[in-house]
C-alpha cells in the first residue's frame, strides 16, 4: 500500500502499449495519472511542467532516446523517480540506464500483476530491476575487477551498514531515518561506496552486495 498520493506521467512512442499501461496505473490505488507523452520532447516539457513523483519511461523512442531524456530529467534535479519500461533485456542498456540514474528497469512483458508490484516498490522508495535481468547486471559487475569484500574494498562500518540497506532497496531517506543521520550525509556514503567500489550505481552496489557481503555473512 502506498502512503502518499504519487503524481505519474508516462512517456512511450508505442500508443497501445501507453494506453494500456495507463489502464494499469488506474488499478492501483494511490496513483494518478498527470500526463501522457509520445516523444522524448513533449516527455521532457511534461515532466517540467507537472514535476511528478515517478516518470514511467521507455527506453527506445524516435528522436530523444529514453536515455536522452533520462539524463535531461536527472540534471533537472527534480525529486522525479524515473523507471525505465522497455523491451530491451539487453545488459549494456540496462547497465547504460542505471548508470544514467535509472531509479528502475521494468521490461514490457512483465505479467500485470509483477508490474503493479514493481511500480508499488518504486513509489516507495525501492530501486527495482525485472528479476530476469538481475543475473545479467551480476554479470556484469563481476566482468569488471571488483573488490571481493568489504575489506578489500575499505568500506567502514558505517559504509557497511548503509550498504546492506542499499541492497535491501531502502531510498535514501529511510536509510537516514534508521541509522538517525541526514538523508545529505547518506548521499556523501553513497558517493564514497559507489567509489570504493569501482561502481557507478546505486543498483549496481546493490548488487554487489547480494554477491558479495551479503552472501558472505549467511554462509
Known amino acids: 500500500m502506498i502512503s502518499t498520493p504519487q503524481s505519474v506521467v508516462v512517456v512511450d512512442d508505442h500508443p497501445l502499449f501507453r494506453r494500456g499501461l495507463i489502464q494499469l496505473l488506474n488499478t492501483i490505488e494511490g496513483f494518478r495519472l498527470v500526463g501522457e507523452a509520445a516523444n522524448g520532447r513533449d516527455g521532457i516539457d511534461l515532466v517540467k511542467l507537472t514535476r511528478p513523483d515517478l516518470l514511467l519511461l521507455d527506453l527506445n523512442m524516435k528522436g530523444l532516446s529514453g536515455l536522452d531524456v533520462l539524463k535531461i530529467v536527472k540534471a533537472c534535479d527534480f525529486e522525479t523517480r524515473v523507471v525505465m519500461v522497455t523491451v530491451s533485456d539487453q545488459a549494456d542498456d540496462l547497465v547504460a540506464a542505471l548508470r544514467g540514474g535509472a531509479d528502475g528497469y521494468l521490461l514490457k512483458d512483465m505479467e500485470p500483476e509483477e508490474m503493479v508490484g514493481s511500480l508499488e516498490a518504486a513509489a516507495a522508495g525501492r ?93
Not at 543521520?181 to 554487489?208: D, F, N, P, Q, Y
Open 127 to 219: 530501486v527495482i530491476v525485472s528479476d530476469a535481468l538481475t543475473h545479467l547486471l551480476a554479470a556484469a559487475i563481476r566482468h569488471n575487477n571488483r573488490p571481493d569484500n568489504a575489506g578489500d574494498a575499505g568500506l567502514t562500518d558505517q559504509e557497511n551498514r548503509i550498504l546492506e540497506r542499499i541492497a535491501a532497496g531502502l531510498s535514501n531517506k529511510v536509510i537516514g531515518k534508521e541509522l538517525d543521520i541526514a538523508e545529505g550525509t547518506v548521499k556523501v556514503h553513497v558517493k564514497h561506496i559507489l567509489r570504493k567500489l569501482g561502481l557507478r550505481s546505486r543498483v549496481e552496489a546493490a548488487v554487489w552486495a547480494v554477491e558479495h557481503l551479503l552472501k558472505s555473512r549467511g554462509g
